[in-house]
Nanobody, 119 residues
């Protein structure tokens, strides 16, 4: 099992910045990639950013150039630096740990942290 605990959400004005953190514990060696997803009211959960164990990253088009995902392997922590925030970035942000073996996949989730951007 893997446990993920997010922190760093809050209320910020448009144009501001926030940094989210996700601390992982447990059987973290089974995780292939870590990511951040978000879910706004009335919308489906969507991928925001993802980073593999090898350090490869990918981003949603809506956040590319504004958000940066990174990891500190010594601290078993993944970060999401969010700059130039917009009202449409308002959502609950979830940390994700991805286990994949061939066609099998299992996702671990944190409890979520609220990000609210006021315009």
């Amino acid at each position: 099992q893997v446990q993920l605990v997010e922190s760093g959400g809050g209320l910020v004005q448009a144009g501001g910045s926030l940094r989210l953190s996700c601390a992982a514990s447990g059987n973290i060696f089974s995780i292939n990639a870590m990511g951040w997803y978000r879910q706004a009211p009335g919308k489906q959960r969507e991928l925001v950013a993802r980073i593999t164990n090898g350090g490869s990253t990918n981003y949603a088009a809506s956040v590319k150039g504004r958000f940066t995902i990174s990891r500190d392997n010594a601290k078993n922590t993944v970060y999401l630096q969010m700059n130039s925030l917009k009202a449409e970035d308002t959502a609950v942000y979830y940390c994700n740990g991805e286990w994949q073996f061939g066609s099998l996949r299992y996702d671990y989730w944190g409890q979520g942290t609220q990000v609210t951007v006021s315009s």
